[in-house]
């Protein structure tokens, strides 16, 4: 029930825009998401692999961009943004496509 409340306001700051939420933020709503499709049985053992290692590459060039020095560039929030777009629209037709386990 908290987990769901949680997740619920998490999604809600993402939904009011991109900017709202950090990318922290979104990353964590999404890793919630993934889990609770496997517990559902939304998602396969096969797409919340992918979907785990599509996040993985999203954290990694994050780690990457701040390490080069000074946080974030604008630039470099944006694609992070888009590619966590991208990984949310993944989520969601994986959680959707009736293949269940």
Not at 26 to 34: D, N, P, V
Not at 35 to 49: D, P
Request: glycine share 10%.
């Amino acid at each position: 029930m908290v987990k769901g409340l949680i997740l619920a306001g998490v999604m809600a700051v993402s939904a009011a825009g991109v900017g709202a939420a950090t990318v922290d933020q979104r990353e964590r709503a999404q890793q919630l998401r993934i889990r609770e499709g496997v517990r559902s049985g939304q998602l396969t053992r096969a797409e919340a692999a992918r979907l785990e290692a599509e996040q993985a590459a999203i954290r990694a060039e994050e780690w990457r961009y701040r390490r080069s020095g000074g946080g974030l560039s604008p630039r470099e929030r944006a694609d992070l943004q888009r590619d966590l777009s991208r990984a949310s629209r993944d989520v969601a037709r994986q959680k959707h496509d009736g293949q269940h386990r």
